[in-house]
DNA sequence: ACTTCACGAGTTTTT
DNA sequence: CTCGTGAAGT
């Protein structure tokens, strides 16, 4: 690239833009050249880093904004890094693509849909649909649901597109029955979703690097356009992602002589933690061999937390193994220790969370808002929504089922979905029969045979029902299904005479009976399905409105049109559909100064720690901390889960700003029956010296969690539940019988059962197995152990295991 | 074709 | 315990 303007810059002369950056943060914004891998520590100012650096390359480098493309993994980074640029550059912000690797890669699909021969209407399957037609695939081919069910096979696919594999290559390196199988589905699966004119999450990164890849020219266009590629959160991209963004920038010039584009990226190795979702750590780790000539900036200095905080971290995450050494430090002071808490049970911890939150909004040391409880899954936060609810804490849980993925929601989108892709079979076979309209199981499998028979779409074969033309139809479905398709083609013509989406989602509401049928029921959880319909109302009604004023701005900006190819026009029915696939983020997370006025405190967010990533509060309770439970039971024989875990746990501590608490409880019940837990390693890491222990396990010399005859007489004395009957009826049932002889029993099965490697064991759900390995000691002891048919399976030795030794 | 019952499985989840 | 799926009954 050269512009007229290609001076050298003058030191001082963009000063605003580098001046309150420290030496490393500058030096990632200044940086020009080869690959820059910023290794940003969490609080570090990494997004302070990427908006000053395109901030510094529109001025000081003469870049224009349409050559820049940011990537980042949810639409809320990339709309806070455009609003943090628009404030830094104005206007010019809106040629820039900063976007979603899916977004992205949905535009460019959208605009090259011709190149890959299809067609630019696509729908975009999420995880949901996709398992669904993978159901549908596997019954189809006679596969034992309960060997082959649809979730692991979905998740082996994923990971198979997520390393660009496709069904044949699959097919090829199948080295067990599974895999062959499973080979089997996704090359059906694939073929299913061209006819329906969709493609999964992981055909919109796939299909992207396939374009680039089988076409050169399309690939140089591209490069040629964006000589500045920024990507977010590096640690969190997988193989396929990464593949994408070396197309994108290039290695080498192309033949006619397009050189690499620049290339940035941030992240933090620390802070990967979706490994379980194909994310692969060593592209960061590797970014130096994969981009030769790469400079490396690391950013310790930290702006948010306090040093002890930043010291148990640091402690903590010192233990992963073959890590990249990173000590995080702040000029701004120890502050508070770490509080530690041991409770008795689940409740008793959030009986103290919760005594501890009205205690710091009492004496005026916290905000609501400014406190955040995180746990490791989200049934934990059941218990702490009991207590918030009895003492009125106002309180807000993050996370946990989406708005996008309720029932009531998928379903009118459903409805919207095959409106605008007639040949979105899955959506069709949703609604075909919700509400009932009389069209079962039975007459849907005739048509669907009928559709395989006649390779036509299932919304043709439909049609051929109702005209008669299928056999073995009965008179009575035949007339059910009539119904149906005129009542899709009655919502059809709505649609074709450009009405309004809220107005065209009203129709199906009331056309199809769904809104009746449910103010109808006496079900209270179907009064709040009607609130999700009318807040999805609202939410298509605000999408156009939103568009309208969108549209303004660009007439009168004049904008570029260049993109338009293909890409939904603003407002319509398919951009509607476009953005809830793409943004499965309805449930906003309150905002840290609190919605309303000064008098409004806010609310305490309850959270898993993976939702927490990126976000600070300055007061945290981080709960749960038991073996078993943080880290997961799962993970707990695995090196690298065990590592992801611990990564989670950095990612937990270095949320706080001020204080943090850490809490574990001696007894938790887990799916009705009590198990005693032991505490989590991860409290041990943390320095002796930065704690505060408000209350530890009864002491009885048998290390963490150990148990006594004292522990017994503190479950008499609860704090939190001494009036409340009912309560106190739920949280003492488990103790004062089961779990009070679980506990004992677990305490003795502790001592009593010690398991080495090949032992003979009899377990009264797996049956007979032989010990396979052995890890730990005491009351964080497992076993691996081969159950034959059953599979292999890791069990804790502590509590009541219903398993004896032969 | 729809309802009811039993069973089993059950982390995390940016898109 | 709790939800969603699969087999039997009406």
């Not at 989200?378 to 996370?399: A, K």
């Amino acid at each position: 690239m050269s512009t007229l303007f290609d001076l050298p810059s003058e030191p001082g002369k963009y000063a605003d833009l580098l001046d309150d950056l420290n030496p490393a943060q500058r030096a990632a914004v200044e940086h020009s050249g080869p690959p820059l891998l910023v290794v940003a520590g969490a609080g570090s100012g990494k997004t302070r880093v990427l908006t000053r650096r395109i901030a510094y390359l529109l001025a000081a480098r003469d870049v224009h904004p349409g050559q820049i493309m940011a990537i980042t993994f949810t639409n809320k980074a990339a709309a806070e890094m455009r609003e943090r640029v628009g404030e830094l550059v104005g206007r010019r912000a809106n040629a820039m693509w900063v976007s979603t690797f899916h977004s992205m890669c949905v535009r460019l699909l959208r605009r090259e849909a011709k190149t890959l021969e299809m067609s630019s209407n696509f729908s975009i399957y999420d995880a949901d649909d996709s398992r669904r037609l993978i159901t549908l695939v596997a019954r189809d081919l006679d596969l034992d649901p309960k060997r082959y069910p649809a979730r692991t096979l979905a998740a082996h696919i994923s990971n198979l597109k997520n390393e660009l594999l496709d069904a044949e290559t699959a097919a090829s390196k199948a080295a067990n029955d599974f895999e062959r199988r499973a080979a089997e589905v996704y090359g059906e699966y694939q073929r299913r979703l061209t006819q329906a004119n969709a493609m999964d999450f992981d055909d919109l990164i796939m299909r992207t690097v396939e374009l680039f890849q089988v076409f050169p020219d399309v690939a140089e266009h591209y490069r040629r356009r964006f000589r500045h590629v920024l990507v977010d959160e590096y640690q969190d991209t997988n193989h396929a992602q990464y593949t994408l963004v070396r197309e994108l920038v290039g290695t080498k010039p192309t033949g006619s002589g397009v050189e690499p584009s620049e290339l940035c990226v941030v992240g933090d190795a620390d802070q990967s933690i979706y490994a379980f979702r194909g994310a692969t750590i060593r592209n960061i780790e590797e970014f130096e061999r994969d981009f030769p000539n790469a400079r490396t900036i690391l950013l310790e200095q930290n702006y948010r937390s306090t040093q002890t905080i930043l010291s148990a971290a640091n402690a903590v995450i010192a233990r992963n193994p073959n890590r990249r050494d990173k000590r995080l430090w702040t000029s701004s002071g120890d502050g508070e220790k770490i509080v530690g808490y041991v409770a008795d049970n689940e409740h008793d911890e959030a009986a103290f969370v919760a005594g501890e939150i009205d205690a710091l909004a009492d004496s005026g040391e916290a905000k609501y808002s400014d406190v955040a409880v995180f746990y490791r899954t989200n049934n934990q936060s059941r218990v702490f929504e009991e207590i918030f609810i009895r003492l009125g804490l106002p309180y807000r849980v993050v996370g946990g089922v989406r708005f996008y993925e309720r029932r009531e929601v998928r379903d009118a989108l459903a409805y919207l979905r095959v409106l605008a892709n007639p040949e979105d079979t899955v959506s069709l076979r949703r609604i075909l029969n919700v509400p009932k309209r009389g069209i079962g199981d039975r007459a849907e499998a005739v048509v669907a045979t009928h559709a395989e028979r006649e390779r036509l779409s299932f919304a043709a074969a439909l049609r051929d029902a109702v005209a008669g033309k299928v056999p073995l139809l009965n008179p009575r479905s035949q007339r059910c299904i009539a119904g149906f398709v005129e009542l899709m083609d009655g919502l059809h013509e709505l649609v074709d005479s450009g009405t309004e989406v809220a107005d065209v989602l009203e129709a199906v509401l009331e056309r199809t009976g769904y809104r009746a049928e449910l103010e109808e029921s006496d079900d209270p959880q179907d009064a709040s399905r009607l609130e999700n319909l009318d807040e999805l109302v609202t939410v298509a009604r605000e999408f156009t409105e939103f568009a309208d004023t969108v549209l303004e701005e660009q007439a009168e900006a004049e904008q570029e049109v260049d993109d338009a190819a293909g890409v939904p026009e603003p407002g319509s029915l398919p951009a509607f559909l476009e953005r809830v696939s793409l943004v499965a983020d309805a449930d906003s997370i309150p905002s840290p100064d609190g919605e309303g006025g000064e008098e409004d405190s806010g609310v305490v967010t309850l959270m898993t720690v993976h939702t927490a990533k990126g976000l600070e509060y300055p007061v945290v309770f981080c709960t749960g901390w038991e073996d078993g439970i943080f880290p997961h039971m799962r993970a707990l024989g695995e090196p690298a889960e065990l590592a992801e875990e611990r990564r989670l746990a950095y990612v937990a501590i270095t949320r706080a700003r001020k204080r943090l608490y850490v809490s574990r409880a001696l007894v938790r019940s887990a799916w009705g029956q009590p198990m005693a837990n032991p505490g989590s390693r991860f409290l041990d890491e943390v320095p002796a010296e930065l704690v505060d222990w408000r209350r530890l396990a009864p002491s009885n010399g048998s290390g963490a969690g150990g148990g006594s005859p004292r522990a017994a007489t503190t479950w008499g004395r609860r704090t939190g539940f001494g009036d409340d009957s009912a309560q106190a009826g739920v949280a003492s049932r488990g103790m004062r019988t089961t779990s009070f002889k679980g506990w004992k029993d677990g305490w003795k099965d502790t001592v009593a059962l010690k398991l080495d490697v090949g032992d003979r064991v009899s377990h009264d759900k797996y049956g007979l197995g032989t010990v396979v390995s052995t890890d730990g000691a005491g009351p964080r002891a497992t076993a691996t152990i081969d159950f034959g048919a059953s599979g292999k399976v890791r069990l804790m030795l502590i509590g009541s295991v219903p398993m004896v030794k032969l």
